[in-house]
């Protein structure tokens, strides 16, 4: 088997808190040029897309220099370029900074705004803004958020230290506790842990609950109700995808602004801020790998639902 060496470090700076992409050349390549396997690699990138940052000096070598159009294929090669970014709505609203020191950034993410560069989300992003924010080029996201979810996201300073906040969410070692507001069903019996087996099939939009040992497993609280209204405390003990939303609407009692569940209305499109997901990551408790430091932390949002239902309901188009 073929030791491949580790990447060396980008030449080229962040555009917008974005990275520049990577691209490793196939080692069974087959290629005359560099320029032959890019066009045929980034075939999403529109015809011309590839001659032009070739043509521009673009398309760059680790060592910073400008690779020619005919420069000849070789296995193992590493070449960085800025991509042509996708036109994205502005999120109106910003990202606020709970916490800072020299390992962690614990942020307070609005609704609507991606955690980390995903498809059409690249710049508009918690993990752009902050990097630009912050002058803080080598951040990066211990875990993820939904866009349409607001609370909560940690992020880590120092590339090195990213795996120990990372294990921490991956051995459950990190106490979440979310909030929503949904409609209050008096017959529903609470507190109680909801345990199944959740699905997530790729290029689906919703989740699904299927027979089989359980791998979500969530334990619901009603805080308070009024006016056909309930405040509900969510503490996740698993992290599968659209978790919490699929549990509250298995009971009955689906999350307000919730364009997915109980059916697929649409997809929140960009630039529509109407009416957030009333989900807000509320809590994060843990101990840092690092310093030993016990921390916890609150986000100052409010879900708008509950403070104003007839505010957050009367946005019409």
Known sequence: M???????????????????????????GRWATVRQHLVERLTGAGA?????????????????????????????????????LPPEVPVPFPVEVVYR??????????????????GSHVAETALARLRHDLGLPTLTAAHRLDRLTAGLVLFTVRPEERGAYQTLFRDRQVRKEYEAV????????????????????????????????PNAVTTIRLAEFRDGLGRYRLVPQTGQTHQLRVHLNALGVPILGDPLYPEVTRPV?????????????????????????????????????????????????
């Open 2 to 28: 073929r030791r491949r060496t580790p990447p060396p470090p980008a030449p080229l700076p962040q555009r917008s808190g974005v990275d520049p992409v990577r691209v490793r050349l196939p080692y069974d």
């Open 182 to 213: 949904a409609p209050y069903d008096p017959s529903l019996v609470l507190p109680r842990t909801v345990r199944s087996r959740i699905v997530k099939e790729r290029g689906v939009l919703t989740a699904r609950e299927v027979a089989g040992e």
């Open 101 to 118: 020191d020299a390992h962690i950034v614990v942020a307070d993410k609005p609704h609507f705004l991606a955690t980390t560069p995903r």
């Open 269 to 317: 499109p960009a630039g529509d801020f109407r009416r957030p997901l009333q989900l807000l990551a509320r809590r994060l408790e843990f101990t840092d790998p690092v310093t030993g430091v016990e921390h916890a932390f609150v986000s100052g949002r409010t879900l708008r639902a509950w403070s104003s239902y007839t505010e957050w309901a009367g946005r019409q188009p």
């Open 48 to 84: 011309g897309a590839v001659e032009a940052l070739f043509a521009q000096g673009l398309v760059v070598g680790a060592d910073g220099r400008a690779v020619a159009a005919d420069a000849p294929y070789e296995p193992g090669m590493f070449v960085w370029f800025h991509r042509e």
